[in-house]
């Protein structure tokens, strides 16, 4: 059984299994770990030798499959409030590997 309870109607991080971070609002889940998340937005980082600004891009109201989850994680939103996202550089998480 998912123990995401805690976590709904709260602020969430998820990496999924395709190295896409998004963050939103966690509506539901269910035992397979499929997520519903409300004010979703998805980060998308730049390299740190790029000069081009990382993007945010709004997706509203979103839907992940549980198997397409790798992490989900509480934000701290008043941290989460004080960061220049677009300032943020990082490299590529990549994908997961399945054996």
């Not at 989850?69 to 300032?87: F, P, Q, R």
Request: glycine fraction near 12%.
């Amino acid at each position: 059984m998912s123990s995401l309870g805690p976590f709904v109607g709260k602020t969430v991080t998820i990496l999924t299994s395709d190295g896409r971070t998004l963050t939103g609002q966690l509506q539901g889940h269910d035992q397979t770990t499929n997520l519903i998340l409300s004010r979703t937005v998805e980060r998308i980082f730049s390299p740190p030798d790029s000069d081009e600004p990382s993007q945010e891009v709004e997706h509203g109201l979103y839907l992940i499959r549980g198997d397409n989850v790798a992490l989900c994680g509480l934000v701290d939103e008043s941290l989460e409030g004080g960061i220049d996202w677009t300032a943020v550089k990082a490299y590529p998480l990549g994908g997961m590997k399945h054996s």
